[in-house]
């Protein structure tokens, strides 16, 4: 279930997107999104599909600040998408639903005795990313790439409750969502494996430590 809609049953669910005005767009793979909703204050989230939120720098430099998978919520000002430097990018073909988020606080909505419940679920997701963007500083601040690959790994393998992690990006894009060189990465994995720290095949990851 889509975290904004806990407690909340499908007919409410759909009188909420009724009220709200919501709109479902399905977009082709590699498509930039942010464009749509640049000047707008938006709260969507992911019905199918897999996005990814990147900055570019002048530099032309990418850096991945956020996945996006099925059922992941994302907003203007919850995923800093105000900022100019700022991309989301279909990477598989996907369906999102947007929201106005002036809709959301319109103040008849509060009639609604499904609606308190529908805001505490925003509350508590925009809390969740707020805790995500702070793992993210936790890994960008070691000074090492071994550093960040382990504090990274950790992470995923704490949230997933098991030593084995499954990357959902590439070498490419991991290498941006650690902000470090690619090549430099990929040695310090080699190094990783051969000293008894982790085993790797392809995208899986098992923690030996």
Known sequence: MNPLFININS??????????????FTFPKNSSLLSMF???????????GYLQII??????????????EKNNVFGTNISSLNNAEYEIITKEESKITIIDYNRI??????????????????????????????????ILTKKTIRDKLLEYFR???EKNGSRIIYLTMNYSELAN??????????REIKNLKEEGFIKSEHKKITLLY
């Open 38 to 48: 640049q000047n707008d204050n938006i709260i969507g989230f992911v019905v199918e």
């Open 11 to 24: 007919k409410n669910q759909e009188k909420l997107l009724y009220t709200f005005e919501a709109h479902t």
């Open 55 to 68: 900055r570019t720098d002048y530099n032309g430099n990418t850096t991945i600040i956020e996945e996006l």
């Open 105 to 138: 606080i319109e103040e008849e909505n509060n009639k609604l005795p499904y609606f308190h419940q529908f805001f505490k679920n925003l509350l508590d997701i925009t809390s969740e990313k707020i805790s995500e963007k702070n793992e993210r500083i936790e």
């Open 155 to 157: 992470i995923v393998s």
């Open 177 to 186: 969502y650690l902000a470090v060189d690619r090549c430099a990465m990929s």
